[in-house]
């Protein structure tokens, strides 16, 4: 069986762009505790958060998050 999971480059994204998880949450309307989910890959954001992340750092949603399979 296929299990598809999301991967994401958010943390190193982050911070390239000097940006804290606080600001970041800040300006995705989440707290901070959410981002460490995410970037930690224990959170899987909805489209609306992702979509919101990537308007954020003002980079493409592909460039963020990706599906990654995982055979199990």
Same mark, same amino acid.
């Given at each position: 069986?296929?299990?598809?999971?999301? /991967?994401?480059?958010?943390?190193?994204?982050?911070?390239? @762009?000097?940006?804290? %998880? =606080?600001?970041?949450?800040?300006?995705?309307? !989440?707290?901070?505790?959410?981002?460490?989910?995410?970037?930690? /890959?224990?959170?899987?954001?909805?489209?609306?958060?992702? @979509?919101?992340?990537? %308007? =954020?750092?003002?980079?493409?949603?592909?460039? !963020?998050?990706?599906?990654?399979?995982?055979?199990?």
């Amino acid at each position: 069986m296929v299990h598809k999971n999301v /991967g994401n480059h958010l943390k190193e994204l982050r911070a390239k @762009l000097g940006m804290t %998880q =606080a600001q970041l949450a800040e300006l995705v309307g !989440i707290a901070r505790v959410s981002i460490i989910a995410i970037e930690n /890959g224990r959170f899987i954001p909805t489209v609306e958060t992702a @979509l919101r992340i990537s %308007q =954020a750092v003002n980079i493409h949603i592909e460039k !963020i998050f990706w599906l990654q399979e995982n055979n199990q």
